[in-house]
């Protein structure tokens, strides 16, 4: 157990609809780090906030949108949904600003848009 | 942006080495990591090695960098049936860019 929890664990939507996963990070833990694992896109690097700004931006659609509250807890805004939005949803944390050590990744949040 | 590749399987006998590889594109990164995803789980950090260092050794998992040839190589040694995951190789110039991982198939 890494202490990241994210939820839900599963969730099954339609295209066009808009759902939100919410991820808490290691207590203690400052950046929280959003990617989506496709299996034909594999993993990749979606958004990351530190304290509660947001520090870096990878793939990610303007469809999604992310923050992180002031309890350090994120949320992950996927709207307009579409068939090629299912994938596996990870948050990470660690405990500084792009710490170079270690991210402690939650278990997902399998999204399937039908 | 950055390019991190690695082969998609790899195929071993329980009790052999496994030598998973990785080529990235930008030289820049401070660490490069390892992690390792078993079915249905997040990624789990094996062990990274800094950019300045060769080789890296922790228990059965020795890294092998070649800055170079921007290669990265995972050996696990004495392979187990528990070893079976999808490794991942990353690296974090200014954001995390992982490959596509490695499926590690171990028969027993």
């Known amino acids: 157990d890494s202490g990241v929890t994210q939820t839900p664990k599963h969730l099954i939507t339609a295209t066009g609809q808009r759902v939100t996963l919410r991820c808490s990070p290691r207590s203690g833990d400052l950046s929280v780090y959003w990617y989506q694992q496709s299996l034909d896109q594999g993993l990749q690097f979606l958004i990351q906030y530190y304290n509660g700004e947001e520090r870096a931006k990878g793939n990610i659609l303007e469809r999604f949108s992310a923050q992180q509250f002031p309890d350090l807890h994120s949320e992950l805004n996927l709207s307009s949904l579409e068939l090629g939005d299912s994938a596996l949803y990870f948050c990470?944390?660690?405990?500084?600003?792009?710490?170079?050590?270690?991210?402690?990744f939650g278990p997902g949040t399998r999204l399937t848009v039908l | 942006g950055e390019d991190v590749e690695q082969s998609l399987f790899l195929s071993v006998r329980e009790g052999d080495s496994s030598v998973i590889n990785c080529t990235y594109t930008?030289?820049?990164?401070?660490?490069l990591y390892w992690y390792k995803q078993e079915p249905g789980a997040g990624l789990q950090l094996l062990t990274y090695?800094?950019?300045?260092?060769d080789m890296k050794q922790d228990q059965r998992l020795t890294v092998l960098l070649n800055k170079k040839d921007k290669h990265l190589s995972l050996r696990i040694a004495d392979t187990q049936t528990g070893d079976s995951a999808i490794y991942f190789c990353?690296?974090?110039?200014?954001?995390?860019?992982f490959g596509s991982g490695t499926k590690l198939n171990v028969k027993p």
């Open positions: 090695i800094f950019s300045n260092m």
């Open positions: 990353a690296d974090n110039f200014n954001k995390f860019y």
């Open positions: 930008d030289s820049s990164s401070t660490y």
């Open positions: 990470a944390s660690s405990v500084r600003d792009r710490d170079d050590n270690e991210q402690f």
